[in-house]
DNA sequence: CTTGGCACTCCCGACGACCGAGTGCCAGAG
DNA sequence: CTCTGGCACTCGGTCGTCGGGAGTGCCAAG
């Protein structure tokens, strides 16, 4: 009974603190929430609440303030992500319907998430670990001169030049051709890797033209460069953070120029809870210590092909955001599906 | 006589501003700097600049502030562009000879510029008008969709994707593939997208899915987003802004995410002046008043393909950013001579 | 367990004084 | 005519003081 009213009191705290960026008294609270009890008996529970470490006082005698525990709990079990209005789901949609290409549609998301939610937002682009091999074309550029294009299930397009010692005629091309489309189409990078070196190692002697192309196309798909790729949008929304410029904005903005960083907050792409929250410390960065993270992964299918998510204050908007991310994730898994 | 020594006058301000960030008073400069005069002749020479509008004075008994006038002066008469030391300039060479493409070259030249300068870089994509298409490719997805793959001397590769109403079997892709190839190889964009048209307005009736892949072909070349793509670096150099917070880093920060904006800064690729410097209110945008704009246009050959350069306060050393921009505007231009 | 009362703490903004850097002006020297 | 030293003046920034007010903790009573 008084369990329930302290999380209450936490809840109003979280809220009110979000809402204000003041630390949060007593009165106020009892004012401000329907709480039908007296500031003295919020006192009380402010009291225990701080003893647990939920919330602290930033001087003797002001108001209180969450924690980094206290938002964690909040987020855990205070709140639930509350759907997006039917109106930002059609504005979402219209939104990312319109991308052309792969490059399009993670632009458009990095845009609407940082509108949606007032953050900074990041997105990763699909990696190529788990996708499959939609096609491999090769086009001769000139009699010794091959452009292998291979083209993966997100959409994504990885092409490289290979120069051959002697020329090689357009039959033997198409030879070429579908012997390696035959190994590689519609399995995942990893099983299309495997198939197309053991196609090197059972053939002997192994042409030299086979060896070249096979080559390429391993090259293409173990490039980590395409793993990395991240795009941010929405600093300008740094400028809002208003005080705590030196504690905040200073290490995010050094943050958000480093893709390794960012692919460390971003985390792994689990596949089990669909969306993470990472608050203040929790995360890897010491320096980064005011700021949270909120994430999911997606992707066509089941499986998280890659991550996206938004960068703030740990004083944010939790259910907000998390509503922001998950409808973004998922709109942009379905958009890739259909692709 | 005495001209000469107001505009030497004119200059340790300047310097000594950009330095300390600090109003200069008539002491410090003539401590600092070694003008052979006392500080009572140095305010006499800095009360006739003022009055011909090239400082100014906070408030009333402060120290003395170069105007965006005071600034232009100080940029076309009393300054030459420094060249960068040898070391440097094997900095300069050892990090971009590294670059393996054209996007790798862009990344590492905004890194570069930011780094250099301590300074927002800012490179634009060279432009499509002036490359050549290397080849097209058509791929078949699946029985009504297509690949358009478009390949341009510059190494970019531009996709589209298309669907057709009906089926079409390989034979009729290898024609088109032929036809477009035969229309378009070789060819600046501007002839190609006139051959392209040309091949549709004299074919009749045109076939559906002739009409459908040259749409996209046209589509895809005339695409303004490859003109106006644009990579932004050095972000976190703007936490050194220290004040003018607001009226500096906000608008800026806003600019970063439109590109637009940020094209129109670097202003037009002129053939003519290698080098713009953009002071103050001098630039397109009153909300950035208290930015300049350092630019350079570079490109293979001796026109301007495309510019890149730097955004900074107008409290900036000038000489040392316009030389960095003018040296990695000339290595940029080398290598992609040589590619 | 809740509530009203009460004394206490301490942040914050206003007020005022002081200090010092810098200026403008003037009269005298070169 | 130009430079220089002197001098009075201005004014922004800093520091200490000082209430006001919001908020707290504790206690005794309901």
Redesign the interface.
């Known amino acids: 009974m008084q369990e329930e009213r302290r999380l209450d009191v936490l809840r109003a705290i979280v809220e009110d603190y979000v809402a204000t960026e003041e630390p949060v008294g007593s009165k106020a609270l009892v004012e401000r929430h329907g709480l039908g009890v007296s500031p003295a008996t919020v006192r009380n529970d402010m009291a225990a609440l701080e003893d647990e470490g939920y919330i602290t006082q930033p001087h003797t005698s002001a108001g209180r303030v969450p924690t980094d525990k206290g938002y964690r709990l909040f987020v855990d079990r205070l709140t639930t992500v509350k759907p997006m209005s039917s109106a930002e789901k059609r504005a979402i949609a219209s939104l990312l319907d319109g991308a052309?290409?792969l490059d399009?549609v993670v632009q458009r998301s990095v845009r609407l998430l940082s509108q949606l939610t007032r953050q900074v937002a990041i997105v990763q682009y699909p990696t190529l670990s788990r996708s499959t091999v939609?096609?491999i074309?090769l086009?001769a550029?000139a009699p010794s001169r091959l452009?292998v294009?291979l083209?993966l299930s997100t959409g994504r397009?990885e092409?490289r030049l290979v120069e051959l010692a002697a020329d090689v005629d357009d039959e033997s091309i198409a030879d070429l051709r579908a012997v390696v489309n035959r190994a590689a189409n519609g399995e995942i990078i990893a099983e299309a890797n495997a198939a197309l070196a053991a196609l090197v190692a059972s053939e002997t002697p192994v042409a030299p033209a086979t060896q070249a192309v096979v080559e390429a196309l391993l090259d293409a798909m173990s490039d980590h460069r395409s793993d990395e790729r991240i795009v941010v949008?929405?600093?300008?929304n740094?400028?809002r953070y208003g005080d705590s410029?030196d504690s905040a904005?200073?290490p995010l903005?050094?943050a958000?120029?480093e893709h390794v960083v960012l692919l460390r907050l971003l985390g792994e792409a689990t596949t089990g809870e669909p969306i993470t929250v990472r608050i203040g410390h929790e995360g890897p960065y010491q320096q980064l210590s005011s700021t949270s993270v909120v994430a999911a992964g997606y992707g066509p299918g089941e499986e998280a092909f890659a991550r996206l998510g938004i960068v703030g204050p740990t004083r944010m908007d939790y259910p907000g955001s998390m509503a922001a991310v998950r409808a973004v994730a998922r709109y942009v898994s379905r958009i890739l599906d259909e692709?």
Chains 1, 2 share one sequence.
């Open positions: 052309v290409d399009d939609r096609h074309e086009v550029l452009l294009v083209i397009v092409q949008g929405g600093a300008a740094l400028a410029f904005v200073r903005l050094e958000l120029e692709a």
